[in-house]
């Protein structure tokens, strides 16, 4: 029985938050949404060809929409966009649940994103500062609405599960 009626997965990208929320929803055995994945699936585009007809703005518009929209929702774990905590909108659709901040170092970040080309805000020569610039500026944001702080890069997926599992039953 879950302590809370939503949980929230926010972070940088390729923190984990897909993998990690579409396994605890199975382990929590209730629903799970990815944001981005959602925001696809409507559009039937990429979020990198959405950045490029409608701009950032644009996007993070579609990004609020659906983050209010399952932030209703009973019994479900939704991961968020990286950035969507920069709107104040989205900070006080995260209030509604308990909020789980998956940080990751930067060496780690770019590992698990270096083949990824569909990242729009990181299709520029230098990557690595990008990313860097990226994770600093938000950081301060994901620490403030976090309930929880778990660090990927230190666990396996499966004692995450088991230690957000603990926190929420």
């Given at each position: ?11 940088p990208m ?129 620490s ?23 926190e929420?039953t």
């Open positions: 029985m879950l302590k809370v009626s939503r949980i929230f997965l926010v972070g390729g923190t984990g938050k897909t993998s990690i929320g579409s396994r605890l929803s199975r382990a929590l055995g209730c629903s799970f949404v990815d944001t981005d994945a959602e925001i696809e699936k409507r559009t039937g585009v990429k979020i990198d060809v959405i950045f490029d007809i409608e701009g950032e703005d644009g996007f993070r518009k579609r990004e609020i929409d659906v983050i209010k929209e399952f932030a209703s929702r009973e019994n479900i774990v939704i991961a968020t966009g990286g950035g969507s905590v920069l709107a104040s909108e989205n900070q006080r659709a995260l209030a509604s649940g308990f909020v789980i901040y998956l940080s990751s170092s930067i060496e780690t970040l770019m590992n698990r994103i270096r083949e990824d080309t569909s990242r729009p805000l990181l299709n520029v020569s230098d990557r690595k500062k990008r990313l860097r610039n990226i994770v600093n500026e938000r950081k301060p944001i994901y403030q609405v976090a309930d929880l702080t778990i660090k990927t890069d230190d666990f396996s997926i499966k004692r995450i599960i088991k230690i957000i599992s603990d929420v």
